[in-house]
């Protein structure tokens, strides 16, 4: 028997993974990529270009044999170094017992996983070709070669939209009869800034830390890069008294970041330049479903659920997807029909929590960091956490360091917020965080509500 | 000065409408539809074939000289006329005096608002012509001959979008930055059947009334045509234990309609056939935001707010676009930029809040006009409403019969239906409805909220 041909529409970081475990398959892979090869490729200026990687996203190279590769590009992050107007800074663990997300480079992380489809007999790569249309009765592609102007059709046995958040895919699902769709626009956006290495080469600020400027309505953060620099990004809105529009001149970028970001400031000589000459973008929230198409055309990460950076979930939730579909293969012993079926069902929920966790994380990440009754709320779940691991675990971590379903996650963190609500409204929770007292109101209620171990959740 | 040249895309209800409003006001106008001239067409049996006309579609017509020559098409339609299972009718009266809504043929509502437009020398109307693609730079359209073959490309001053829920031009400026777009379907469908005229013409059923057979989780409905038939329709379940899947067979079909549509059944001759000869189709809702791009497109009808068919206000929502845009050209002296934005920005609240009050309003027809204490209360508040027309106007009136705008209605509804949720716990209301008690318990409650008149609401 003919091996089945699979496409892959779109060579970034999912549909590079997505090669790899169909590779892996014994599988015939054909990888179609709007843009030239990132391998040769300059990495564009003001583009995404450093994530934060964490268990999920682990689990997914795991799978591949990719993780101590990436792990070499990888910088470890121990929680947010929070920057207060005044200049002084707090440090928030992510985890109780010092676990990690990494700061990779997303073309340095792109490149790797393409390196290693291309390793794979099956896998072929082919650079430059726009997805134009999809015939869905036949199961072929149109693609237009964007530099040689050439049209070419192909029939596939299996096609993948790994194309992100514009996915021209579902662009095509869209017009299926009871395919549900939306595009959402945050009314804020994001420009990419940059603090540059020392002369030296060493970093300018804490190395292992996720660097936010908490300003209430808007934020800047910055994450480490291999090279000594940081990656800064500007989460701001479009518009209003203090907006993207609101800054117009070349003062007005100064005036603003000195007197709202003044500690930064020092460390962004380039900032004014790098203001005017970065674009400025805009967040959308992606929603569809199903997620597949009879038995042959299936979406994953962006395409399928675009979400909002705010938990550093975008690329994990992504290569979850993979994971997921790697187990369901092997579940339904590579019968496509319930395989793509049991997928749609299994992760749609999921995407949709990831999204809703992702818009709330902005309001935790921009607001709340910087409130101290929020910041005594954490620390006490920290340690309640710590003494009981089977009663409690933050949704922080549930989200990064386990492999709870996101819909759980959410759900399970709602259940815990309520109950931390009641705990915080004590008069004396401020002298009495860690007492016995609290800590037996809180197992009280655990008990009381009949909580499942947060251990028994994961996936 | 050259006259501006305005593209309408799609010759449907609204597009002819905007096409008379437009040459109106001295543009030329060219309309292009995809389809052939409804002119010189049978009308496709089991698509939408009546619909219910109203005030806010009676107003519109009005603007156009077209509200007589409707009117001789139009079907008064006084209520519900409710069949219970048992066969009994009950009648429920849409208004507290006698006001109509309007059965008419959507074919031949169609032809006479196309024949109005092309009796306008400035207006031409090109058919066969499909919207491929549209160039927002130069607010040029590239139009594809369905029957040639043949490919155009012209240039507009300005384009309307009126293409319906399936828009082309939607489609275009669902890739602009920052346009919210969603499509979202019910998990119900329908299937449209006939009843018939009697050999002699006449028709079956009472002629002035909107037929329900309200069963719960779906119903049938019967709307009345000129020639003396009615257009039947069933809003059904896709999947379920009764549902489209659950019918496969002949006998199927017969014993469900017997069993539950049994007084409908004998004016049922051709039921079967129909049945499996007519396609289910499914109901898509429609949002996007904004309904403008720049000073150049706009859409109107069912391509910026495509709803469910169950409030009888799909028609009549698009023709108050045209209606409240012809407002806007005289309120901002044809200034295109300041129009479009204040269409978008007043018009946008008003289609969702009608898409919010169709989708409530299927529970109302399919479930609650079965409810004893429901039309007991629909019966109280018109008792209300005719004695104090300055302090209560039902919800299905301010819709109806008024121009009250929708996101008004809506508010004022939930307002309105709190005050009735207490007045029909009171113990003792089946016996005391109409007494002065409940009356003043009523009053009371309006003139604590210091509730304006709905009169007021008037736009």
Redesign the interface.
């Known amino acids: 028997m003919e091996k089945e041909h699979i496409a892959i529409v779109g060579a970034g970081l999912v549909g590079s993974m997505q090669a790899c475990y169909m590779a892996q398959r014994g599988y015939q892979v054909s990888v179609f990529e709007r843009r030239g090869d990132i391998r040769k490729a300059e990495i564009a200026a003001g583009k995404s270009i450093n994530l934060a990687l964490s268990d999920r996203g682990w689990k997914a190279l795991r799978g591949i044999n990719m993780e101590e590769a990436i792990r070499e590009i990888a910088i470890p992050m121990k929680g947010r170094m929070i920057h207060a107007l005044d200049g002084e800074l707090s440090f928030q663990p992510y985890s109780k017992d010092g676990k990690c997300i990494y700061s990779v480079s997303r073309g340095g992380l792109n490149q790797l996983l393409l390196e290693k489809a291309d390793e794979y007999e099956g896998v072929s790569l082919h650079f430059n070709k726009q997805c134009k249309d999809i015939d869905l009765k036949t199961n072929s592609i149109r693609f237009k070669d964007v530099v040689s102007g050439e049209v070419i059709t192909q029939k596939f046995d299996r096609i993948f939209g790994t194309d992100g958040a514009?996915s021209a895919v579902r662009l095509r699902m869209?017009?299926v009869?009871?395919?549900?769709?939306?595009?959402?626009?945050l009314s804020h956006g994001y420009k990419e800034l940059e603090i540059p290495a020392l002369p030296n080469g060493e970093h300018r600020m804490d190395l292992n830390s996720l660097h936010i400027w908490p300003r209430g309505e808007f934020m800047l953060i910055a994450l480490p890069n291999m090279d000594g620099s940081y990656t800064v990004t500007l989460f701001f809105p479009?518009e209003g008294p203090t907006s993207f529009e609101s800054i117009k001149t070349e003062q007005d970028v100064v005036d603003f970041f000195e007197r709202t970001f003044p500690d930064a400031v020092p460390h962004m000589p380039n900032l004014v330049e790098d203001y005017f000459a970065n674009p400025t973008s805009?967040l959308v929230m992606i929603k569809c479903d199903p997620w597949h198409y009879e038995d042959k055309v299936c979406l994953m990460g962006d395409s399928a659920h675009g979400i909002v950076p705010f938990y550093g979930q975008g690329m994990n939730a992504g290569f979850e997807d993979c994971t997921y579909f790697e187990a369901l293969m092997v579940e339904h012993n590579s019968d496509w029909t319930k395989v793509l079926e049991a997928y749609s069902k299994i992760r749609k929920p999921a995407g949709d929590a990831i999204l809703e966790l992702a818009v709330r994380n902005y309001i935790e990440m921009r607001d709340l960091t910087a409130d101290p009754h929020f910041v005594l709320q954490k620390k006490i779940e920290k340690r309640f956490a710590k003494k009981y691991p089977e009663k409690w675990m933050p949704l922080y971590e549930q989200v990064t360091f386990s492999h709870i379903p996101y819909e759980e996650a959410l759900e399970r963190g709602d259940i815990q917020n309520r109950i931390m609500q009641r705990v915080m409204d004590r008069p004396d929770i401020e002298e009495n965080w860690d007492s016995e007292s609290v800590e037996q109101a809180i197992i009280a209620e655990v008990q009381a509500l009949k909580l499942p171990s947060p251990l028994s959740l994961q996936d």
């Open positions: 514009y869209q017009k009869d009871r395919f549900d769709f939306s595009q959402e626009y479009f805009s």
